[in-house]
């Protein structure tokens, strides 16, 4: 169909994908991940993602990660979106998570395509679909293929966004002609999952973004989105320039963004398999992120 009304944002425009803090024994930190979650919400997130990839969510239990929805939900309040991912490689177990997350208290989950099997696209569809069927919390379809090895095309998205409650994506897929495709003939909110794709994704239709670099740098991810709202493009564009020496060394710099996060805000151990960041890796992030506090 063609939306008519402006875009949905079902869960907000500003989404941080929320690290999951560990204590120095490598046990969940509840008081830290509330105290992050407060503050990122003061600093101008609409919504939290937790239990994502940035929330190492390969390495937390289903116990831990109901618990950490629980504990944020208690910090933040019923006011503000928090999102679950769910996704297995699995379905019956992505149904459990998702069953879980909901009595947890998430507004949404967030759901990857089934990872490692390479599943064909009919398989891909059941399985969202099944997911769906199975709860009544509104699902946000993740597209990352370069991490589950498997798309979500468009023709696919076309398919799902007749459900109910498949409402959005998170599009990590880096085919800007598909989001376009989709957006024009559904109203499926698109946020964008890759921090270089942030503005324009949002200058063709898109709802927004669900941020790893707003962990750090919350307002100024936001920036550029709240100058393309007022009308001062030129504005929104050299200020999403500001944040590309930031992003590239966060995201694009050889370690995962779990793994930058907590090197820059001192926020606990990874688990493994993953490994801190070696000190020359540290001093360019910070490096970075003192020049983007300074700019």
Same mark, same amino acid.
């Given at each position: 169909m063609t939306p008519t009304a402006p875009r949905p944002r079902p869960f907000g425009r500003t989404l941080c994908a929320m690290i999951t803090p560990f204590t120095a024994t490598g046990a969940l930190d509840l008081g830290a991940a509330r105290a992050h979650a407060a503050h990122l919400v003061a600093e101008g997130c609409d919504g939290l993602v937790l239990s994502g990839t940035t929330g190492e969510s390969p390495t937390t239990s289903d116990a831990?990660?109901?618990?950490?929805?629980?504990?944020?939900?208690?910090?933040?309040? #019923?006011?503000?979106?928090?999102?679950?991912?769910?996704?297995?490689?699995?379905?019956?177990?992505?149904?459990?998570?998702?069953?879980? #997350?909901?009595?947890?208290?998430?507004?949404?989950?967030?759901?990857?395509?089934?990872?490692?099997?390479?599943?064909?696209? +009919? &398989?891909?569809?059941?399985?969202f679909l099944r997911i769906a069927?199975?709860?009544?919390?509104? !699902?946000? !379809?993740?597209?990352?293929?370069?991490?589950?090895?498997?798309?979500?095309?468009?023709? *696919?998205?076309?398919?799902?966004?007749d459900h109910p409650r498949i409402v959005a994506v998170k599009d990590c897929a880096y085919d800007l002609l598909g989001s376009t495709k989709v957006l024009a003939r559904t109203s499926l909110a698109y946020y964008s999952g890759c921090e270089e794709l942030n503005l324009p994704l949002y200058a063709v239709g898109g709802a927004g973004y669900v941020s790893t670099v707003a962990?750090?740098?919350?307002?100024?991810?936001?920036?550029?989105?709240? #100058?393309?709202? #007022?009308?001062?493009?030129?504005?929104? &564009?050299?200020?999403?320039?500001?944040?590309?020496?930031?992003?590239?060394?966060?995201?694009?710099?050889?370690?995962?963004?779990?793994? *930058?996060?907590?090197?820059? !805000?001192?926020?606990?151990?990874?688990?493994?398999?993953?490994?801190?960041?070696?000190?020359? &890796?540290?001093? +360019?992030?910070?490096?970075?992120?003192?020049?983007? !506090? &300074?700019?």
């Amino acid at each position: 169909m063609t939306p008519t009304a402006p875009r949905p944002r079902p869960f907000g425009r500003t989404l941080c994908a929320m690290i999951t803090p560990f204590t120095a024994t490598g046990a969940l930190d509840l008081g830290a991940a509330r105290a992050h979650a407060a503050h990122l919400v003061a600093e101008g997130c609409d919504g939290l993602v937790l239990s994502g990839t940035t929330g190492e969510s390969p390495t937390t239990s289903d116990a831990e990660k109901a618990e950490l929805l629980r504990a944020v939900r208690a910090e933040v309040g #019923a006011g503000v979106p928090l999102l679950s991912g769910v996704g297995s490689a699995d379905t019956a177990h992505a149904v459990r998570l998702a069953h879980e #997350a909901e009595e947890a208290g998430a507004d949404g989950l967030l759901v990857v395509p089934p990872y490692y099997s390479r599943p064909p696209q +009919g &398989a891909v569809e059941a399985y969202f679909l099944r997911i769906a069927d199975a709860t009544g919390v509104p !699902l946000m !379809l993740y597209d990352i293929p370069g991490r589950t090895g498997v798309r979500i095309e468009p023709e *696919t998205l076309l398919r799902l966004a007749d459900h109910p409650r498949i409402v959005a994506v998170k599009d990590c897929a880096y085919d800007l002609l598909g989001s376009t495709k989709v957006l024009a003939r559904t109203s499926l909110a698109y946020y964008s999952g890759c921090e270089e794709l942030n503005l324009p994704l949002y200058a063709v239709g898109g709802a927004g973004y669900v941020s790893t670099v707003a962990n750090v740098a919350p307002r100024h991810m936001r920036a550029p989105l709240d #100058a393309f709202d #007022a009308g001062r493009t030129a504005e929104a &564009a050299r200020l999403n320039g500001l944040t590309a020496r930031l992003v590239e060394l966060m995201m694009a710099g050889g370690l995962p963004g779990t793994v *930058t996060v907590k090197a820059l !805000l001192d926020a606990g151990p990874v688990r493994e398999p993953l490994q801190p960041a070696g000190r020359e &890796a540290v001093d +360019g992030l910070r490096a970075a992120y003192e020049e983007l !506090l &300074a700019g």
